[in-house]
């Protein structure tokens, strides 16, 4: 069965300092992958996605995610990371079947310190 | 502004109550989701929907049933609510499969007492 493994639950980042987050999945077959981004109190933002082409992709935030097929990975990076920043961050996976939905990842929650 | 509302913020229900938890959209879009999203657990599927009339079975379905009488509603109901089912209800909808990803609502916090 397809899954998505945030291995990280929590992450401390320095304001200004670079961020990481991991994302691994297991699927049969390429995925279409996703990342989400939850701000407290808010509902969930499309960050960024992948389907094809272009293994670096840009996201809105100055986001960017690396889809790195033979670690089965989509690790989300973002080069300077600003106290807004600070929220929940999921990773998806969804078949490229039609009639199939969105699995997520367990999340990971980023604080930012000054 | 595109929008998936979910009609009610927070709720609070008794045990054995049933429970209707509404979702609409304005987007024409054919595919609807319910997720519920613990804490450490992130978001699991409950049900979806395709097509009016039409529901997938999600991850965890026990103890829900879902209703899509139009395109634009979908609706989750909570046969007899427990205090297991206390949770973040999140409703979203796409119009083409994941590709132009999920528009997600605000949630509804339930709790059952």
């Known amino acids: 069965a397809q899954s998505v493994t945030q291995p990280d639950i929590h992450i401390t980042v320095s304001e200004g300092a670079s961020l990481e987050l991991r994302c691994n999945y297991s699927?049969?077959?390429?995925?279409?992958l996703f990342w989400y981004v939850q701000s407290p109190g808010q509902g969930l933002q499309l960050l960024l996605k992948?389907?094809?082409?272009?293994?670096l992709v840009q996201g809105i935030k100055g986001f960017e995610a690396e889809f790195k097929r033979s670690q089965s990975s989509f690790n989300l990076r973002k080069p300077s990371v600003h106290w807004s920043d600070a929220a929940e961050y999921f990773c998806a996976v969804s078949s490229r079947q039609a009639g199939t939905a969105l699995i997520f990842g367990k999340g990971t929650t980023l604080s930012v310190s000054s | 502004d595109v929008k998936v509302t979910q009609s009610s913020r927070y709720l609070v229900k008794r045990t054995g109550e049933k429970v209707f938890l509404e979702c609409v959209q304005d987007?024409?879009?054919?595919?609807m989701f319910w997720y519920r999203q613990d804490p450490g657990l992130g978001l699991r599927l409950i049900y979806f929907s395709y097509d009016v009339k039409m529901k997938e079975k999600g991850d965890i379905p026990e103890g829900y049933s879902v209703s899509r009488e139009k395109k634009e509603r979908f609706s989750l109901i909570l046969e007899s609510a427990s205090t297991n089912q206390t949770s973040m209800y999140l409703c979203?909808?796409?119009?083409?499969?994941?590709?132009?990803?999920?528009?997600f609502g605000s949630g509804t916090r339930l709790t059952v007492v």
């Open positions: 987007m024409d879009h054919e595919n």
């Open positions: 699927y049969g077959a390429t995925p279409y």
């Open positions: 992948y389907f094809s082409g272009d293994t």
């Open positions: 979203a909808s796409s119009g083409d499969g994941a590709l132009s990803g999920y528009t």
